[in-house]
């Protein structure tokens, strides 16, 4: 019975396990690093996040592979996230937020570009999907970090310039997945059908 699943599905549901626990550990161990952080925002947010694809995919999709790489990618940058913040990197280390809005806004819009590139729309069609997705998402978690704890924190005082930079940094991301879903898109539009 194992046999039959790829062994992808095994590093793909390994990597929502250990999210989803990393995530009880925050909610619930009053750990420092994790006070005003949003983590029982966190705890909701990303497991219905995670799920979005695999529902989906379910529902409408069934007559094709299972995009494990996809999904692997979609979920990265939740668990890169909730990863620093138990390791406390996002107090320790000074270039790590910003870091991870570049990195992870790359990866989530590149998972996305992956469902997208195989669509077959092209170059340009292909990556403004990708980036226009990658920017709303910016900006849509900046959003929801003012909503969560930015407005009731010291870092309100800060937090006109580090949401721009935070979005900034989320846009180049997304530009540089972007620019690679449509090039891949445009490979495989330009595939011969057997």
């Known amino acids: 019975m194992i046999s039959k699943y790829p062994p992808i599905i095994w590093i793909d549901v390994l990597l929502k396990v250990v999210l989803v626990c990393l995530l009880l550990f925050g909610a619930f161990s009053g750990l420092p690093q994790f006070e005003g952080k949003g983590f029982l925002w966190r705890l909701i947010t990303y497991p219905m996040a995670m799920l979005v694809l695999p529902v989906a995919w379910t529902a ?12 692997i990618l979609i979920t990265l940058p939740f668990l890169i996230d909730t990863a620093g913040n138990s390791l406390d990197l996002y107090d320790t280390v000074e270039w790590w937020d910003d870091a991870n809005h570049l990195v992870n806004w ?11 590139s195989r669509l077959g729309h092209g170059f340009w069609i292909s990556a403004a999907l990708v980036i226009g997705f ?7 978690w900046e959003i929801a970090e003012y909503v969560a704890f930015i407005r009731v924190s010291p870092e309100l005082e800060t937090a006109y310039i580090d949401t721009l930079g935070d979005m900034t940094l989320g846009l180049i991301g997304s530009v540089v997945a972007g620019v690679i879903s449509g ?12």
């Open 60 to 71: 409408w999709r069934r007559d094709s592979a299972y995009p494990f790489a996809a999904d």
């Open 106 to 116: 790359a990866l989530l819009s590149g998972g996305v570009g992956a469902l997208v």
């Open 134 to 140: 990658g920017a709303t998402t910016a900006i849509i």
């Open 183 to 194: 090039w891949a898109s445009r490979r495989l539009q330009s595939r011969p059908v057997p």
